[in-house]
């Protein structure tokens, strides 16, 4: 039991669920509003957008890429959802129809990355500027407005008690967390990300491997755009600037290694928490939008300190030998 209770106090997760409590801690002597039912109500409700998009970041963070598309595919799968909405007056088309557009904005990332052999970073920065200019093309910069009734229950609506994008995150969490632990996909992701060129040797399904994490990455990113949609009740073409920051921020605060191969599901959650109670506080405190873009990146700069000293601590317990 003493073991058990040691190495929980010295887990990484540990540390993240205490930095959690003692951040609410500290913004409800703050501000009593914050420890309401409906704020925490609203609180997992912005958490899920970033966490649903964050799942897929951090099966491609641990293979070792990277996702700056992700901002950019909100605004166009979100767009093309309440177009189809508005079309064919259904709800499962236009969610069918935005999870088909993220697939094939993962498939491109993918097919870039493995096929022409370029650096993720550029590929998906490049995708990003591709969607973000498509979706202000096509909707000459104004958003589009969801004329069907029911669409919004999906943001805002509540299943019992919980809100509908709560409880749609709690289910990817666990599915995931399944994939990743318990599944040869999750073993390969972790190899490839561990040593990408073991793996070959090793005889894995590199490629198809990173191409489909990729596609699921695109699917994940495009159902959290449905959610904001519907929240919202149309498409936005300026939705999600900046939210592949704050994607990549909060996993990696979660201790999603850069580098790949390093992190658990459970961790980037905390991370994603943390970043959004952040977030929330500084909106009950009043404190200027601007100042939120200062956190942000403060956040980030932090979260990849963080994993270069988690790197190099790592370094030295495999260098040092043994007593």
């Not at 500290?26 to 501000?31: A, H, W």
Request: proline share 2%; net charge positive.
């Amino acid at each position: 039991m003493s073991r058990l209770l040691s190495r929980m106090l010295h887990s990484e997760q540990a540390g993240l669920l205490l930095a959690l409590i003692l951040l609410c801690v500290g913004i409800s002597l703050l501000t009593p509003v914050f420890f309401t039912a409906v704020n925490i109500k609203n609180v997992l409700r912005d958490a899920s957008l970033v966490a649903i998009a964050g799942i897929g970041m951090v099966m491609i963070i641990l293979l070792g890429e990277i996702d700056l598309s992700v901002g950019s595919t909100q605004a166009v799968a979100g767009i093309i959802a309440v177009a189809v909405l508005n079309q064919f007056e259904s709800v499962t088309l236009a969610l069918v129809a935005a999870l088909i557009a993220g697939a094939l904005v993962g498939l491109c990332n993918g097919l870039l990355v493995t096929k022409a052999g370029i650096n993720s970073l550029i590929a998906t920065l490049g995708m990003m500027a591709i969607l973000r200019g498509a979706a202000m093309v096509s909707t000459q910069a104004v958003s589009i407005q969801g004329k069907v009734e029911g669409f919004i229950e999906v943001g805002t609506g509540h299943l019992g008690p919980i809100p509908i994008p709560v409880l749609v995150t709690f289910v990817l969490l666990g599915l995931f967390y399944y994939i990743l632990h318990h599944t040869i996909l999750g073993r390969y992701i972790y190899a490839i990300g561990g040593n990408i060129q073991a793996a070959r040797l090793a005889g894995l399904a590199v490629d198809r491997t990173r191409v489909l994490v990729f596609v699921l990455g695109g699917v994940l990113a495009a159902l959290s755009a449905f959610i904001l949609a519907s929240r919202l009740n149309s498409g936005q073409p300026n939705a999600g600037l900046g939210f592949e920051l704050q994607v990549i921020a909060a996993v990696i605060l979660g201790g999603i290694s850069l580098t790949g191969g390093v992190g658990t599901l459970g961790g980037a959650f905390i991370g994603i928490l943390i970043l959004t109670v952040l977030s929330n506080g500084l909106v009950l405190l009043n404190v200027s939008s601007f100042y939120h873009d200062i956190a942000r990146g403060a956040v980030i700069i932090l979260a990849v300190y963080l994993d270069t000293r988690r790197k190099q601590s790592l370094l030295r317990r495999l260098l040092t030998p043994p007593t």
